[in-house]
């Protein structure tokens, strides 16, 4: 377990609050479930609708329990509305190393500067209060969206794992390797994706 992590985390700013995921945040996330189940095209895991997305809580909140993940649902302050969730996973304590990702937001939500204050919030945790020397991001390698999102947080590109795991639509696709290393968040990634989001 990692002790790093309290078992409830909330992390906030003027424009996002992330908080813990829990059971009850079904109710929240069922609206996109239901009515935007093109959010999970390139997931490995889909939530879209309502078997899936309880499927889907239900995993995250396993995996917190045995302390390699920590999920959180995502409220957008300005709009005064839940717009989605992420997660810390691939907990290595041991390693001081974790993935991001499992990160959705509605289609109200993107392209707003939401993902970046997300993303901002969890690095700064990451890097500042768990002590990690290295977040790692990966994506399918043809979800160009999610990539270029990445790369403009400051993410580097390590590499393409071909075949790598099933997809949804019942092939294999090849996922994309990214990167920040304690050292690179500390010498000018903050400082970027600060200026970013103050903007």
Not at 13 to 21: A, K, P, S
Not at 64 to 93: M, S, W
Not at 97 to 105: D, F, K, N, R
Not at 129 to 158: P, Q, W
Request: glycine share 8%; hydrophobic share 40%; charged share 20%.
């Amino acid at each position: 377990m990692n002790h790093n992590l309290a078992s409830v985390v909330t992390l906030e700013n003027d424009h996002v609050l992330l908080r813990t995921l829990t059971a009850a945040d079904y109710n929240f996330l069922l609206p996109f479930s239901l009515n935007e189940p093109q959010l999970w095209a390139f997931s490995f895991k889909s939530a879209a609708g309502e078997e899936n997305l309880s499927l889907y809580i239900n995993a995250a909140l396993r995996d917190k329990e045995n302390g390699t993940a920590h999920p959180f649902i995502v409220y957008d302050k300005l709009k005064g509305a839940y717009a989605g969730a992420t997660r810390f996973y691939d907990i290595q304590a041991g390693f001081k190393t974790l993935q991001l990702g499992y990160t959705w937001y509605g289609a109200d939500f993107q392209g707003t500067g939401l993902n970046k204050n997300c993303k901002y919030l969890l690095l700064q945790y990451a890097f500042e209060e768990m002590g990690m020397e290295r977040v790692e991001f990966r994506a399918d390698h043809k979800n160009s969206r999610s990539v270029a999102a990445m790369k403009s947080i400051g993410c580097t590109v390590e590499g393409v794992l071909r075949s790598h795991i099933p997809n949804a639509q019942g092939g294999r696709r090849d996922s994309i390797v990214l990167s920040i290393l304690r050292q690179e968040w500390f010498d000018s990634v903050k400082a970027n994706l600060q200026a970013k989001i103050s903007r």
